[in-house]
């Protein structure tokens, strides 16, 4: 088996790769970090290559790269938070453009060479984020809601040609997307070693919509029935109403700097 994962250079993209490569997978990896790619790609013994998931000669030099690939994961994504008025136009397009509009494009890339082939499997990694709205995650719930009802979508469009398209959501991760914020009262966050495993048990038995933690699932299920009192009363008892909103800017400013240069 090859995969091709991107945004791979990292927390749950690398984690991701180190996983399926210990499986006996064939993995190349891909990051808009040039250095920090080369380096990843050394460290896990893989190949690694440059790609800017919104550039569509990029993306298709780096899937020419993976060659005759059985699996695309869709990870690269850019997290900005804090008040919707505080989000600059160039954040909100940044953000639409790597988190769905990278994903739209690897998707539709990877589906022209699956659909002819009848198989292949796109794996679209987005966020609890994307089914639960925070306060000062706006820009980032929006992108990834987005990610979720594409996967679903297109799903259902393509199974008739013998393809699997996934999405996999995981919620708070030890990564540099929550530098400098505070978990959600009562939760552990989850590791990135948690993702790539439920992204390597999606690959061995597909479906469409895997949540990390699995203990979530059913709470997210039911959601819809619950009255949006009773949710804003949880989001104050979690903490979730003010986690985005009150940060620490210096633990993130690193990570800011990045995802906007």
């Known amino acids: 088996m090859k995969v091709a994962i991107t945004g791979a250079a990292r927390g749950i993209g690398f984690a991701t790769a180190k996983a ?3 499986k006996g997978a064939a993995v ?10 080369e380096k990843a790609a050394e460290e896990l013994g893989v190949r690694g290559v440059k790609l800017d998931v919104t550039d569509r000669e990029s993306f298709t030099n780096f899937l020419a790269e993976a060659g005759d690939y059985d699996v695309l994961i869709n ?36 589906l022209e060479k699956f659909i002819p082939a009848r198989r292949g499997h796109v794996i679209n990694v987005a966020s609890v984020a994307g ?36 999405v996999v959501m995981p919620s708070f991760t030890n990564t540099e997307l929550v530098a400098g914020t505070r978990s959600p009262k009562g939760q552990k ?61 210096g633990a993130r400013k690193s990570y800011d700097e990045r995802i906007r240069s």
Do not use: W
């Open 131 to 166: 089914v639960l709205p925070t306060p000062g995650l706006a820009l980032y719930n929006g992108s990834k809601a987005a990610v979720v009802m594409f996967s679903e979508a297109v799903r259902q469009e393509v199974k008739q040609h013998g393809v699997h398209v996934s």
């Open 20 to 22: 399926l490569k210990a």
């Open 189 to 249: 966050n989850c590791e990135p070693e948690d993702i790539a495993a439920a992204v390597v048990s999606v690959i061995a038995r597909p479906r469409p919509r895997t949540v990390v933690p699995a203990k979530l699932a059913p709470q997210l299920a039911v959601m819809g029935l619950i009255p949006q009192k009773v949710k804003d009363l949880l989001n104050r008892r979690l903490g979730l109403d003010t986690i985005f909103l009150e940060f620490d800017q």
């Open 75 to 110: 990870n690269a994504g850019i997290m900005p938070i804090g008040p919707v008025l505080g989000e600059t136009d160039a954040d909100a397009r940044r953000c639409l453009d790597i988190n769905v509009h990278g994903v739209m494009l690897g998707t539709k890339l990877a």
């Open 28 to 37: 190349v990896i891909g990051d808009i970090d040039e250095e920090a790619v």
